[in-house]
């Protein structure tokens, strides 16, 4: 199975690529950005636990979203029909990045690539304003954007470091147009899978 993880900051257009890479390449797509807005629309308790990191920004704790990402890999893998995975969201932290590798080798995976878009923060900022104005995303406002871009910088992009060494990244300038930043994309995955 192909395994890719989509990286970058919140705003760098993870989202937007995961939809043109799905389609493409024929992946299961789990987004945990997604997911755990999903279980805050249900109203169940770890809906409400998870809402209340992410209004501020913050991170939900490792150990709990490690279980989460376990759970859903199974769900999305179990019927043998996916050729592959796009993690969008995760991993967000050192341990998490230590977890993934873990699971994904207890189930005879691995990361084929990590592709991190690389989009300045100015840009960003106006991206994630603009996007708040319609997608009614409790996070999607000033204050917010700040404090997760800061974790971001803080937490999140030191794991390139780390695929850096592994020979496992590949960065992308995701400045362009959605097809230009698409085709960059593509020409990474066609090199590994
Ligand atoms: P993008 O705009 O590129 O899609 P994003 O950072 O805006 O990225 P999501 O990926 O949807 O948005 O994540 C929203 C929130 O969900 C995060 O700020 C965080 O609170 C929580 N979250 C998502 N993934 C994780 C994770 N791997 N670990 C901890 N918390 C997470
Ligand atoms: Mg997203």
Known sequence: MLNIVIFGAPGSGKGTQSEFLI????LAHISTGDVLRAERDSGSELGKLAESYMSKGQLIPDELMVDILASVYDQKTQKGETKG???DGFP?????????????????????????LDVKEEELITRLINRGKESGRSDDNY???KARLDVYYNQTSPLKEKYEKEGKLYQIEGLGTKDQI???????IDKVK
């Open 92 to 116: 967000r932290t050192i341990p998490q990045g230590e977890a993934l590798a873990e699971m994904l080798e207890e189930r005879g995976q691995k990361i084929a690539a990590v592709v991190s």
């Open 143 to 145: 204050e917010t954007i």
């Open 182 to 188: 698409f085709a960059r994309i593509s020409e990474v």
């Open 23 to 26: 389609e493409k390449y024929e």
């Open 85 to 87: 995975v796009i993690f």
